[in-house]
């Protein structure tokens, strides 16, 4: 039986939410092994000058303990 442990991490980019999820999973699975999924809690933007300038993501994400 797999054992599996949640853990938040917080991600952002200056394209889109979709750019700062994809940029924290990679980011993530460079220190963390066996990532099974995420969920995405919270998106927050920055505007300046009337423009979108960052998208802000937090994330739960997934990851199966080794044995």
Not at 41 to 52: A, I, P, R
């Amino acid at each position: 039986m797999a054992i599996a442990k949640t853990t938040e991490i917080s991600s952002s980019s200056t394209t889109s939410f979709e750019d700062a999820i994809k940029t924290g999973i990679s980011r993530a699975s460079r220190s963390i092994r066996g990532i099974k999924g995420f969920w995405v809690q919270d998106q927050k933007g920055v505007v300046d000058g009337g423009n979108v300038v960052e998208y802000r993501v937090t994330m739960k994400v997934t990851f199966v303990l080794e044995d």
